[in-house]
């Protein structure tokens, strides 16, 4: 093994994994399907071990293929690094990012995955604290963008790239949604979720009492999980272990919560923009929402993958048949 490595059939590998098809990676990296074949069997011959193997009409990685993707990746990673370092053209600086804590967890993820494959040179501080924080900080310079929740109380334009379904949520575990007086885990008295949650318990004729109110979204859904209350989430906070409720358990339908970004009017940078189109293609390509209806009764809630691949769920590993 003395010939090094070819870039650009581990390229095409990675994008095979993260296509989830021979066929789709193909596109990806403009090739025909043959030429991505005959690359991956190149490959495989260098090595001298097998990268996939068929298991039915997928095909899945095998245990050396696994062991190659983390070199890949950060291969292809230094390669491009390199090119950046003498690309005076290559963007570079800080970019300060708000968004609340509930939306970190589900959005972050695959945000900061797309902007830093194709930015490694900048520098990304981030803030997780609530929208109407967010947005004051936003407005006084301090952030340059935020993805905050649109209350219509900003006083800026905000650019909606998202809408997510508000839920009435509750442990699996426990049944606390069956007491007479509801008791609530939900966000601080000037929260849009609470206002809504509590109008239509109102108009339900639900009792209820708020337990817990908090502006982290972690501790409402502690509270939440150990049985204690009943939660106000949007889809993209929804995790294992968390129910929705529905009409059938008494509980009324919520409305879409909108979810966009603030930009800073002192803020025009290149890079700034760029980090506001990365934003966009990453939510874009995350599962699409539940709906509290999809299936009878209180829904048990599975968190989709961080990274989905054309909206389609198969095995960590797997790829769709064709070589």
């Not at 993260?18 to 030429?35: L, P, Y």
């Not at 095998?62 to 370092?85: F, N």
């Not at 007086?181 to 109102?202: F, N, Q, T, Y």
């Not at 979810?259 to 923009?273: F, W």
Request: hydrophobic share 40%; net charge neutral.
């Amino acid at each position: 093994m003395s010939s090094p490595i070819d870039l650009d059939q581990l390229r095409t590998f990675v994008a095979i994994v993260d296509a989830g098809s021979f066929t789709r990676a193909a596109e990806d990296v403009f090739k025909t399907q043959s030429a991505v074949s005959m690359q991956m069997r190149r490959l495989e011959e260098r090595l001298d071990t097998r990268l996939f193997e068929r298991n039915g009409r997928a095909i899945e990685m095998t245990e050396s293929g696994h062991r190659l993707l983390s070199y890949a990746r950060r291969m292809l990673t230094l390669s491009q690094e390199t090119l950046l370092a003498f690309d005076e053209d290559a963007m570079q600086g800080t970019v300060r990012i708000g968004l609340p804590d509930d939306y970190a967890e589900r959005f972050l993820p695959e945000i900061l995955a797309r902007f830093a494959r194709s930015n490694p040179l900048v520098e990304l501080s981030i803030a997780c604290e609530p929208s109407s924080n967010l947005a004051e900080a936003v407005a006084k310079g301090r952030l340059d963008l935020a993805l905050v929740t649109d209350c219509g109380t900003t006083g800026a334009k905000i650019d909606l790239v998202r809408h997510e379904p508000l839920h009435f949520v509750a442990s699996t575990a426990h049944e606390v949604h069956l007491k007479d007086v509801v008791p609530l885990a939900i966000g601080r008295s000037d929260c849009i979720w609470r206002h809504d949650g509590i109008l239509a318990l109102e108009r339900a004729n639900r009792r209820y009492k708020v337990l817990f109110s908090s502006w982290s979204a972690q501790v409402l859904i502690s509270a939440v999980q150990s049985g204690l209350a009943v939660g106000i989430l949007p889809e993209c906070a929804l995790r294992p272990g968390l129910r929705v409720l529905s009409e059938r358990d008494g509980f009324p339908r919520l409305g879409e919560t909108k979810i966009g970004i603030l930009r800073s009017a002192n803020t025009s940078s290149a890079v700034v923009t760029a980090l506001v189109e990365h934003i966009r293609e990453s939510l874009a390509n995350l599962t699409p929402a539940m709906a509290a209806g999809d299936a009878p009764g209180a829904q048990i809630y599975n968190l989709p993958e961080t990274r989905v691949i054309r909206s389609q769920r198969r095995k960590p590993g797997s790829v769709s048949a064709g070589w």
